[in-house]
């Protein structure tokens, strides 16, 4: 379980808070006067007794649709529809611990201070429940009386109005529950207006707390089974106010855990739970499926229950939780009213996310963390290995934070986020987003504990008025790993081996004849990548959420300069960019070769001459606001893949070809390269996206993997390595405004 810092806590619901309860209230005399109060006159003594009315049922408005259970769904609501419209409370509930009486003149002065009364001076019937109580009290007729049983105002005993008094907070530090109304008690309200002749007053009460009341049930597919480890409450306010409204105040914030119970999980009767009121207000459309946090009100309260769940008895079993909103109904109703039951009593069907937002892996992971030889904690592409989980990153940070000279990035302040693209289908990768705090909060679709669906999407946050402010690449995928590559090249700073990722950056697997080996293509320098062909041959998109439509744009009508180009890629990390002329071929607005931005992917090259083995770039470059490799890789330099061929150089002939098969590649549409005297990797000949007009072409024909420099100082190509049936070119060069696959070098 990885930290949520500002969201909710998914662990340790051990640490509760502690009640509103007499050892809040001060005791204080009678017949003083609190500054300012209004001056005490005749004294006279009441007896007051306070009923305690039936709760109102949550539930009416339930409709006959939003009851019926779906087949595909991973909980049932289980909302219980109400029979009648109030429920009785229990003599337990009804338990009076002590009292706190404030009287308000009729020009809303305070009269004296507020009476503390303790349990010994009230009298309770054992028949009813209800209590009284002998109180002296201003003789004051139509003054205002205000009770409160369990609790008091926090700023009673202060120099206070009736208004004042009014829009006060009781503040709840510990969770109540069924087991302690015996000692807490539940805090209730309760007024009454003075009348000269009355001997006796009568009250009223009111609890001003809901109550939640669940039992959990099981209906799941054959073999599988769901252990329950907890029942709890998150994002109870912290207060409860005096006078009810129509939104909670975030005065005091919320629990994280306001309740939460893991013992005697095996009881038959319900897991109760007493709550101030939580008015987060309705979302319409919603469906008992979706009424879930991905689309709930910020703080909405929710009862979650964690448990295992195993799709057989020789599963291992997934740590899951199942979060469901009390309210008005089943659907897209958020309020939780105070004196107000609400009986939820669900039943555990699954943990299918695709269909039900209700269920997420019991850990959510936090991707900004640092991987092994790596100094960021961000990135421009996050791999998400499990499906039905909830991923999150913070979204204010720009790639890897650093700009081209080394200086911290500015961050920027979304608004919004959406998924731009993804693979194969809408939800097919990406089932839920949300911003929330800064960060990317995402749901990978599929079942909770099942195989994670290999796809690539596009997340992008905006500002207010709908401009992308950044976007990245989530890589849906399993375990990638990494394989050691040797080094034909020496020189300074030029290791023996580099450990490279096994497979191309957004792909699926690195088999022969598999188009889903291709990966993603990238145009030199920019961040955000393009899906590649749809087969081992062609010219049609491998299938996306943006079909055969990905927008088109000519690099003069970028912008001014390069630096303009870089920022519309930014805001238009879909749209490929063409070619500005034919004397730079990129893509970025640089007419002449001095225009160029060589530091982009961050290696610049320095070399001049003939580009070889031993007069090479032997800068390793260092990771940019604009590399496209997840956090621990980067772009790989110029020498990754000198031992392709025999001499470490260009070659078109075919002896000189480090490879295990010589005759493999019009089957296998690309190479299976000897990657050390022993071990082999495959390279897809994956095609390209065409400078001139996006097309894509040359697909299972011919190999094409950028590196991060410049090919030599002052030319216009970039490094990379190149190859097709005829030859294999490790230090070739690379029209920028081409776009390649990339495959990640494990940063060193």
């Given at each position: 379980?990885?930290?949520?810092?500002?969201?909710?806590?998914?662990?340790?619901?051990?640490?509760?808070?502690?009640?509103?309860?007499?050892?809040?209230?001060?005791?204080?005399?009678?017949?003083?006067?609190?500054?300012?109060?209004?001056?005490?006159?005749?004294?006279?003594?009441?007896?007051?007794?306070?009923?305690?009315?039936?709760?109102?049922?949550?539930?009416?408005?339930?409709?006959?649709?939003?009851?019926?259970?779906?087949?595909?769904?991973?909980?049932?609501?289980?909302?219980?529809?109400?029979?009648?419209?109030?429920?009785?409370?229990?003599?337990?509930?009804?338990?009076?611990?002590?009292?706190?009486?404030?009287?308000?003149?009729?020009?809303?002065?305070?009269?004296?201070?507020?009476?503390?009364?303790?349990?010994?001076?009230?009298?309770?019937?054992?028949?009813?429940?209800?209590?009284?109580?002998?109180?002296?009290?201003?003789?004051?007729?139509?003054?205002?009386?205000?009770?409160?049983?369990?609790?008091?105002?926090?700023?009673?005993?202060?120099?206070?109005?009736?208004?004042?008094?009014?829009?006060?907070?009781?503040q709840i530090t510990t969770a109540i529950t069924a087991?302690?109304?015996?000692?807490?008690?539940?805090?209730?309200?309760?007024?009454?207006?003075?009348?000269?002749?009355?001997?006796?007053?009568?009250?009223?009460?009111?609890?001003?707390?809901?109550?939640?009341?669940?039992?959990?049930?099981?209906?799941?597919?054959?073999?599988?089974?769901?252990?329950?480890?907890?029942?709890?409450?998150?994002?109870?306010?912290?207060?409860?106010?005096?006078?009810?409204?129509?939104?909670?105040?975030?005065?005091?914030?919320?629990?994280?855990?306001?309740?939460?119970?893991?013992?005697?999980?095996?009881?038959?009767?319900?897991?109760?739970?007493?709550?101030?009121?939580?008015?987060?207000?309705?979302?319409?459309?919603?469906?008992?499926?979706?009424?879930?946090?991905?689309?709930?009100?910020?703080?909405?309260?929710?009862?979650?229950?964690?448990?295992?769940?195993?799709?057989?008895?020789?599963?291992?079993?997934?740590?899951?939780?199942?979060?469901?909103?009390?309210?008005?109904?089943?659907?897209?109703?958020?309020?939780?009213?105070?004196?107000?039951?609400?009986?939820?009593?669900?039943?555990?069907?699954?943990?299918?996310?695709?269909?039900?937002?209700?269920?997420?892996?019991?850990?959510?992971?936090?991707?900004?963390?640092?991987?092994?030889?790596?100094?960021?904690?961000?990135?421009?592409s996050y791999i998400a290995q499990d499906a039905g989980?909830?991923?999150?990153?913070?979204?204010?940070?720009?790639?890897?934070?650093?700009?081209?000279?080394?200086?911290?990035?500015?961050?920027?302040?979304?608004?919004?986020?959406?998924?731009?693209?993804?693979?194969?289908?809408?939800?097919?990768?990406?089932?839920?987003?949300?911003?929330?705090?800064?960060?990317?909060?995402?749901?990978?679709?599929?079942?909770?504990?099942?195989?994670?669906?290999?796809?690539?999407?596009?997340?992008?946050?905006?500002?207010?008025?709908?401009?992308?402010?950044?976007?990245?690449?989530?890589?849906?995928?399993?375990?990638?790993?990494?394989?050691?590559?040797?080094?034909?090249?020496?020189?300074?700073?030029?290791?023996?081996?580099?450990?490279?990722?096994?497979?191309?950056?957004?792909?699926?697997?690195?088999?022969?004849?598999?188009?889903?080996?291709?990966?993603?293509?990238?145009?030199?320098?920019?961040?955000?990548?393009?899906?590649?062909?749809?087969?081992?041959?062609?010219?049609?998109?491998?299938?996306?959420?943006?079909?055969?439509?990905?927008?088109?744009?000519?690099?003069?009508?970028?912008?001014?300069?390069?630096?303009?180009?870089?920022?519309?890629?930014?805001?238009?990390?879909?749209?490929?960019?063409?070619?500005?002329?034919?004397?730079?071929?990129?893509?970025?607005?640089?007419?002449?070769?001095?225009?160029?931005?060589?530091?982009?992917?961050?290696?610049?090259?320095?070399?001049?001459?003939?580009?070889?083995?031993?007069?090479?770039?032997?800068?390793?470059?260092?990771?940019?606001?604009?590399?496209?490799?997840?956090?621990?890789?980067?772009?790989?330099?110029?020498?990754?893949?000198?031992?392709?061929?025999?001499?470490?150089?260009?070659?078109?002939?075919?002896?000189?070809?480090?490879?295990?098969?010589?005759?493999?590649?019009?089957?296998?549409?690309?190479?299976r390269f000897n990657r050390t005297p022993s071990n082999?990797?495959?390279?897809?000949?994956?095609?390209?996206?065409?400078?001139?007009?996006?097309?894509?072409?040359?697909?299972?024909?011919?190999?094409?993997?950028?590196?991060?420099?410049?090919?030599?100082?002052?030319?216009?190509?970039?490094?990379?390595?190149?190859?097709?049936?005829?030859?294999?070119?490790?230090?070739?060069?690379?029209?920028?405004?081409?776009?390649?696959?990339?495959?990640?070098?494990?940063?060193?």
């Open positions: 379980m990885k930290n949520l810092s500002k969201l909710i806590l998914f662990v340790c619901f051990g640490i509760l808070f502690a009640a509103c309860n007499n050892d809040n209230l001060d005791t204080t005399d009678p017949n003083g006067n609190g500054e300012g109060s209004v001056s005490n006159g005749p004294k006279v003594t009441k007896t007051f007794s306070f009923s305690i009315p039936e709760m109102a049922s949550a539930g009416l408005d339930i409709s006959r649709a939003e009851l019926e259970e779906d087949a595909d769904e991973a909980i049932s609501f289980g909302m219980q529809p109400a029979t009648r419209a109030t429920v009785a409370a229990t003599t337990a509930e009804k338990t009076i611990k002590n009292l706190y009486i404030m009287q308000f003149d009729a020009a809303g002065k305070i009269l004296g201070k507020g009476q503390s009364i303790p349990a010994s001076d009230i009298k309770v019937d054992n028949t009813t429940g209800n209590a009284s109580v002998d109180i002296t009290i201003d003789e004051a007729t139509g003054s205002k009386l205000y009770v409160f049983a369990n609790c008091q105002p926090l700023n009673a005993n202060t120099d206070t109005t009736e208004a004042k008094m009014k829009a006060d907070s009781i087991d302690d109304l015996a000692t807490k008690g539940l805090p209730m309200m309760g007024t009454a207006t003075l009348a000269s002749s009355a001997s006796s007053i009568n009250v009223p009460m009111s609890f001003l707390v809901a109550k939640i009341s669940t039992k959990v049930s099981t209906s799941l597919p054959s073999g599988a089974s769901f252990t329950l480890t907890g029942v709890g409450i998150v994002d109870a306010p912290k207060h409860i106010y005096i006078t009810s409204s129509a939104t909670t105040s975030t005065k005091g914030g919320y629990h994280s855990s306001y309740a939460y119970t893991t013992t005697n999980l095996t009881r038959t009767d319900p897991f109760v739970f007493y709550v101030p009121e939580n008015k987060a207000g309705t979302v319409a459309g919603l469906t008992s499926k979706t009424k879930s946090w991905w689309d709930a009100p910020e703080h909405a309260m929710r009862l979650r229950i964690n448990g295992t769940y195993k799709k057989n008895a020789s599963d291992a079993g997934v740590a899951v939780y199942y979060e469901l909103y009390p309210g008005a109904n089943s659907a897209t109703d958020f309020n939780v009213a105070r004196n107000t039951v609400y009986t939820i009593n669900p039943t555990v069907k699954g943990t299918n996310v695709s269909s039900d937002l209700r269920v997420w892996a019991n850990a959510l992971v936090n991707l900004n963390v640092k991987a092994s030889g790596s100094t960021d904690t961000s990135a421009n989980t909830a991923y999150h990153f913070d979204a204010t940070i720009k790639g890897n934070g650093k700009n081209m000279d080394g200086s911290v990035a500015a961050k920027h302040t979304p608004v919004s986020v959406e998924v731009l693209w993804e693979t194969t289908s809408s939800q097919f990768v990406i089932r839920k987003t949300k911003l929330f705090g800064g960060h990317v909060y995402f749901l990978t679709a599929g079942s909770v504990g099942g195989d994670i669906r290999q796809g690539n999407a596009l997340i992008a946050v905006k500002d207010s008025a709908g401009n992308i402010l950044w976007s990245w690449h989530i890589w849906s995928t399993d375990a990638i790993g990494v394989e050691p590559y040797t080094i034909r090249a020496t020189g300074t700073g030029i290791p023996s081996t580099l450990n490279m990722m096994k497979r191309n950056l957004g792909a699926a697997n690195n088999n022969t004849a598999d188009h889903n080996a291709f990966g993603l293509l990238y145009q030199w320098g920019r961040k955000d990548p393009f899906v590649g062909a749809n087969g081992v041959s062609g010219s049609t998109y491998a299938e996306s959420t943006m079909g055969q439509n990905w927008p088109v744009k000519a690099s003069a009508d970028t912008g001014a300069d390069a630096n303009a180009s870089v920022a519309f890629a930014i805001k238009n990390p879909t749209t490929f960019i063409t070619q500005i002329n034919t004397t730079t071929y990129d893509w970025v607005n640089a007419p002449t070769v001095d225009k160029q931005l060589n530091k982009l992917w961050g290696n610049a090259s320095t070399v001049t001459g003939s580009i070889t083995v031993s007069n090479l770039n032997k800068e390793k470059g260092t990771k940019t606001l604009y590399d496209p490799c997840p956090i621990g890789y980067k772009v790989p330099p110029q020498y990754t893949w000198t031992y392709f061929t025999t001499t470490g150089n260009n070659s078109s002939n075919i002896d000189e070809f480090n490879v295990t098969n010589k005759t493999s590649f019009a089957t296998d549409h690309g190479w082999s990797t495959f390279y897809p000949a994956a095609g390209y996206r065409h400078r001139d007009g996006g097309a894509l072409t040359n697909v299972g024909t011919n190999g094409d993997y950028y590196g991060s420099s410049s090919f030599a100082s002052g030319n216009i190509y970039a490094g990379f390595l190149n190859f097709n049936a005829g030859y294999v070119n490790p230090l070739h060069s690379a029209i920028r405004g081409d776009a390649f696959p990339v495959r990640c070098v494990q940063e060193f």
